[in-house]
């Protein structure tokens, strides 16, 4: 049998949350082979996605933003022996946003078959709720951290929004969460549309999608820090 890499889907909250389709799941009972951001949180998704092989036989390598590129190709190995693997992330869909996507390019480039398997992905949640265009979007990933470097991104993703009738998306470090809305109601257009979806899939979750406009007529603003955050800009 051609072995295969498997991209996993893990939830975005709890880890036994249901996040895969029974007959998707029954692909990936029998591995073995993970490679992982991180190997505690790994476990514990693997265990709820009912892989079979028992927990301290399983072969975990690491991969996350502290890799040496170099070392991809020895991360392949089972591949190369002829066992199907699969890349689990810390939460959503792997390769998105994610390290794993340089391993998904490197499988391509040996002739490994590559197989996605459908689950929770919130960039496609938040868009969904949104109400924003979903015909001509990008992700733009972290935006700047600084205040002054923040601001002029978030003016040219409004301009790119109203020139092309793109949505974007971004994301932020959750503790930041709270000043990059604060920058976005202080700077963007009032008839720009931002939608704010947190804590998706989860009891907690919250989408709020209005014009900026109405978000500055809100008493009280959602706390968002710490909280996983989309940020969803549309300028029509």
């Given at each position: 049998?051609?072995?295969?890499?498997?991209?996993?889907?893990?939830?975005?909250?709890?880890?036994?949350?249901?996040?895969?389709?029974?007959?998707?799941?029954a692909?990936i009972?029998?591995?073995?082979?993970?490679?992982?951001?991180?190997?505690?949180?790994?476990?514990?998704?693997?265990?709820?996605?009912?892989?079979?092989?028992?927990?301290?036989?399983?072969?975990?390598q690491?991969?996350?933003?502290?890799?040496?590129?170099?070392?991809?190709p020895?991360?392949?190995?089972?591949?190369?022996e002829g066992?199907s693997?699969?890349?689990?992330?810390?939460?959503?869909?792997?390769?998105?946003?994610?390290?794993?996507?340089?391993?998904?390019?490197?499988?391509?480039?040996?002739?490994?078959?590559?197989?996605?398997?459908?689950?929770?992905?919130?960039?496609?949640?938040?868009?969904?709720?949104?109400?924003?265009?979903?015909?001509?979007?990008a992700?733009?990933?972290?935006?700047?951290?600084?205040?002054?470097?923040?601001?002029q991104?978030?003016k040219a993703?409004?301009?790119?929004?109203?020139?092309?009738?793109?949505?974007?998306?971004?994301?932020?470090?959750?503790?930041?969460?709270?000043?990059?809305?604060?920058?976005?109601?202080a700077?963007?257009?009032p008839?720009?549309?931002?939608c704010?979806?947190?804590?998706?899939?989860?009891?907690?979750?919250?989408?709020?999608?209005?014009?900026?406009?109405?978000?500055r007529?809100?008493?009280?603003?959602?706390?968002?820090?710490?909280?996983p955050?989309?940020?969803?800009?549309?300028?029509?």
């Open positions: 049998m051609t072995p295969i890499l498997y991209l996993i889907p893990t939830p975005l909250g709890a880890p036994d949350t249901p996040c895969l389709l029974p007959h998707e799941q692909q009972v029998g591995l073995t082979d993970f490679v992982v951001e991180a190997e505690k949180t790994a476990r514990a998704h693997l265990k709820h996605l009912g892989v079979t092989t028992p927990i301290r036989e399983l072969n975990l690491t991969l996350n933003e502290h890799t040496d590129l170099k070392t991809l020895a991360l392949l190995k089972p591949l190369q066992r693997m699969g890349i689990v992330s810390e939460a959503g869909c792997p390769a998105v946003a994610d390290p794993g996507a340089n391993l998904v390019a490197l499988a391509h480039a040996h002739g490994f078959e590559v197989r996605p398997l459908v689950g929770p992905s919130s960039l496609l949640l938040a868009l969904m709720a949104s109400g924003a265009n979903g015909q001509s979007f992700f733009k990933g972290y935006l700047p951290s600084e205040k002054g470097e923040r601001i991104a978030l993703l409004e301009q790119r929004s109203r020139q092309h009738n793109e949505t974007q998306l971004f994301i932020e470090t959750p503790y930041r969460n709270d000043a990059m809305l604060a920058d976005a109601l700077q963007l257009y008839a720009t549309r931002l704010v979806a947190c804590d998706l899939t989860l009891p907690s979750q919250m989408i709020v999608s209005q014009t900026v406009a109405d978000w007529k809100m008493e009280i603003l959602p706390d968002l820090k710490k909280r955050t989309i940020f969803v800009l549309y300028a029509a």
